[in-house]
């Protein structure tokens, strides 16, 4: 059992992050905002696959002013992801948006920020300070010796909290993301010590799915295993709904959510006489976007197929092209290799 750290608790639009709240899953569009279909398409996708919050890019005025449209049309709480411009921030509140993503030291004024988070506090709407290494404030980076690193990253965190904190705004989620493990895991630990504000985890920039997903996994995974971080969202370059797979893969691994068909399969060795990674593939293909909560076992020999069988739901275990499935541990059928997928899938749909 994860012994998950205290934080505050924030309201995004349904949603709540930090306190007693489960740690949220989240992604963000990849198309142009203002293209009001395709984002709202691509919205949906991800709702499907199980984001439970979204936020979207706001470099112009163009984009912002399309925010109301593109919230009357999704069910999941809408983040406007915003730099450098109030202007584009009060626009976002306007149109109706659940939180903003914006780092006050950068917006302008004093002036300004008491603007925005005015106009947050009427409308009761979360602001999340995003810290990036690559864009530390100069002077930090040269306390630094001009490297971003996670002591640099956590004080600049600081003095964006700090900015909300003087104008008695406290509706606030924090991020700190670096490309690599070792400084965002560092930041975050440092942070955690100094405030108690819910934290948003990802390694931002992981790479590619294969590469992304074995980065945000130990990243994300440490972080979750210490206890810190009350939502997420995995990094990839790849379609944004690979992103909810690998997210939720981790919360499911890690026993912090459940969502959708749990399959263990064996790794295979010279004992397997069937096609069990070729039947692995095809079960789970077919139990994808299935949300039950149900334990499935693809095993490929009589060593460790009978024990897994006993603790799955519903298990395959293979034989000599034939195969045995089992339902709470006792055998049901003797099937035939080539009908195994086709039995096994009646046999799922009983439950």
Partial sequence: MINRRKTRKIRIGKIFIGGDAPVAVQSMTNTKTDDVAATVAQIKKLEKAGCEIIRVAVPDMKAAKSLGAIRKKISIPLVADIHFSHLLALESIEQGVDKLRINPGNIGSVEKVAQVVAACRKKKIPIRIGVNAGSLEKDILVKCGNKATAKG??????????????????????????SDIERTVESYKLLSRKVDYPLHLGITEAGTIFRGTVMSSIGIGH?????????????????????MKVAWEILRSLGLRKRGITVTSCPTCGRTKIDLIGLAKKVEKLVEGIDKDIHVAVMGCVVN???????????????????????????????????????????????
């Fill in 153 to 178: 990253m956590a004080e600049s965190a600081m003095r964006h909290i700090k900015i909300l904190e003087k104008l008695n705004f406290r509706d606030v989620a924090v991020s700190l993301k670096a």
């Fill in 223 to 243: 972080l979750l295993y210490s206890g810190i971080g009350d939502t997420i969202r995995v990094s990839l370059t790849a379609d944004p709904v690979e992103e």
């Fill in 305 to 351: 197929g009978p024990g897994e069988a006993r603790e799955a739901d519903l298990a395959v275990v293979g034989g000599c092209g034939v195969g045995l499935i089992c339902r709470k541990g006792e055998i049901v059928k003797r099937v035939d290799e080539k009908n195994l997928l086709k039995e096994f899938m009646k046999e799922l749909e009983k439950f």
